[in-house]
């Protein structure tokens, strides 16, 4: 005997699935919930193909777990390689020379800034240092506190990982009849994995954009003045990896390429500014083209579903909101309320 309509069960579903959102972020578990879904659709992805030369379960089963693996290595491959890349890179200039850049850029600052911000800007490597061990020393419970974050973070997306691949692998199994309210439930949750992966991968599209266009300003532009960027190939790297954050990780990539092109000069820093604000102008229409035209979005509803989620949720809101507002309109598009 079913103890709940059709109509209740869709009701159920739909409030727990909202619950489920609402908490992800607050309980500090959007890196989890990044890392599962990331490795579910890689491993799903890869297994589609593999599944038109390959017949039966164990067979399926056999090959989504050789995925995982082999997914998991190239992973830990990619990241100590980018590690060790760029301490190759941050090496191979020097720690003298870099300090040296620093002291140039100070004394720049000072003889530019200093007469209208005096006291403003350290005179040298060591009085910035002193400034920085001073700030630590201040905020100690506050670096504390982001130390256990970050470790919070990590061990939740390896969980993450493995939830994924379970999941992926659980999703070979032969069908059975279903439950009315855990067939519902199953639909969210493929809904949600749709979003996922439309606004993922097409950020991975804005984020190699942008990571090109760095590489035509950084490689080709300022060489052809003679000017070559310091840390250049780490900066690319760090490009590609922040603009997988909308909008905010072009930021952060922007001012850490403004930082750059300071050490040289307070002309090319601001040259390199001008650049970036057109490029970051540009992700504007190109986040309109790529993701509005995957979950059928207009730009300006992508930044206001990203404002007030940041309103409430802070930076993670900030990061999560294209995902959630597309699983959103969605599940309104199927049930034919837009």
Do not use: C
Not at 67 to 76: F, G, K, N, Y
Not at 95 to 123: C, F, M, R, W
Not at 135 to 156: E, G, P, Q, R, Y
Not at 236 to 242: D, G
């Amino acid at each position: 005997m079913q103890s709940l309509s059709n109509r209740q069960n869709l009701i159920a579903s739909y409030i727990l699935m909202g619950i489920f959102l609402l908490s992800v972020i607050p309980l500090h578990l959007l890196a989890s919930f990044f890392a599962g879904f990331l490795i579910y659709e890689i491993i799903i992805s890869l297994s589609s193909i593999v599944e038109r030369y390959i017949d039966g379960q164990r067979a399926r089963i056999f090959i989504s777990i050789l995925l995982s693996i082999i997914t998991i290595s190239l992973l830990a491959f990619f990241i100590t390689s980018l590690i060790s890349f760029v301490v190759y890179d941050l090496k191979g200039v020097g720690l003298h020379s870099i300090n040296g850049k620093v002291d140039q850029t100070l004394l720049h600052l000072q003889a530019e800034i200093g007469k209208y911000l005096p006291g403003y800007i350290p005179d040298s490597v060591t009085e910035l240092k002193d400034e920085i061990f001073a700030f630590m020393k201040d905020n100690v419970t506050t670096l504390k506190n982001a130390s256990s974050d970050i470790l919070h973070n990590l061990v939740t997306m390896v969980m993450g990982l493995i939830i994924g691949i379970l999941v992926a692998i659980h999703g070979f199994h032969r069908r059975t009849p279903q439950p009315v309210f855990k067939s519902l439930l199953i639909q969210r949750i493929q809904k949600l994995s749709i979003s996922f992966r439309n606004v993922v991968f097409a950020q991975i599209k804005i984020s190699a954009i942008n990571t090109l266009l760095f590489i035509l300003f950084a490689f080709v532009l300022l060489p052809i003045w003679g000017v070559h960027l310091p840390f250049a190939k780490t900066l690319t790297i760090l490009t590609f990896m922040f603009g997988l954050i909308p909008i905010l990780g072009n930021l952060i990539s922007n001012t850490l390429t403004f930082i750059a092109a300071l050490t040289i000069s307070l002309g090319l820093a601001g040259v390199a500014l001008l650049y970036l604000v057109l490029v970051h102008k540009l992700e504007y229409f190109i986040n309109a083209k790529i993701i509005g035209h995957k979950i059928n979005a207009n730009a300006w509803e992508i930044l206001l579903a990203m404002l007030i989620f940041e309103s409430i949720f802070g930076l993670s809101g900030l990061i999560a909101a294209p995902i959630f507002y597309a699983y959103l309109k969605l599940e309104l598009k199927d049930a034919r309320l837009i």
